[in-house]
């Protein structure tokens, strides 16, 4: 039997002591062999945590300053082999830890994806319309996102495939399923709905 939530409310951000110590790395490419491997789970007591949240943070937010667009990042796009992923969903950088999709919707959505790693190409991929997502918080809490919405599911997909060893290139069927970046506003910023809020956190 699944025990019953603590509480439900609403995640934080990152403390702004912590963001304050972040350095801002390169993204990698997608030929680089961190991005090809799997990631390793994050330890409950790895010492680098918080400098590795800061780093994903501020890294973040430089790409987001610089393009003006930018939802997520996975750890080994700044070559951090670990399942850490860093999402601003418009109240700050917040962390989430060692994720695992626990429900996926029977219903797909097909969509034209971009990533910071792969930045001159979109691809056109098939992902679950729905997820329910459990994660550890920055501050070492059991959470749970539970049957998110479209724009959600699909950002989480694409950041859990990062941590799996996955591009998107690699989910492209057809040499017709990638497109140039030059059509992101037609393709992309024409069908993407707002964004969604950040959702109502499950503490376990």
């Not at 951090?80 to 999402?87: F, N, P, Q």
Request: hydrophobic share 40%; aromatic share 4%; charged share 25%.
């Amino acid at each position: 039997m699944t025990a019953a939530p603590l509480y439900r409310g609403d995640m934080t951000a990152i403390p702004e002591t912590t963001l304050r110590t972040g350095v801002v790395r390169p993204i990698l490419s997608d030929r680089e062999p961190v991005l090809l491997r799997p990631s390793v789970p994050v330890a409950p007591d790895d010492p680098a945590l918080p400098a590795d949240m800061a780093d994903l943070a501020a890294t973040l937010e430089d790409f987001r300053r610089r393009v003006g667009f930018g939802r997520g990042i996975s750890a080994p796009q700044i070559g951090i082999g670990k399942r850490l992923i860093t999402l601003n969903l418009g109240v700050g950088p917040m962390a989430v830890i060692n994720p695992e999709i626990m429900w996926r919707s029977d219903e797909t959505q097909t969509v034209w994806d971009d990533c910071l790693s792969v930045p001159d190409v979109l691809v056109r991929v098939e992902r679950a319309a729905s997820i329910t997502v459990d994660f550890t918080d920055h501050d070492g809490r059991l959470c749970r996102w539970d049957q998110l919405p479209a724009d959600l599911s699909e950002l989480l997909q694409h950041e859990i495939d990062h941590l799996d060893g996955v591009l998107m290139t690699d989910l492209a069927a057809t040499e017709g399923d990638i497109a140039p970046m030059s059509a992101r506003a037609e393709l992309i910023d024409h069908y993407r709905p707002p964004a969604s809020k950040p959702p109502v956190t499950v503490y376990l």
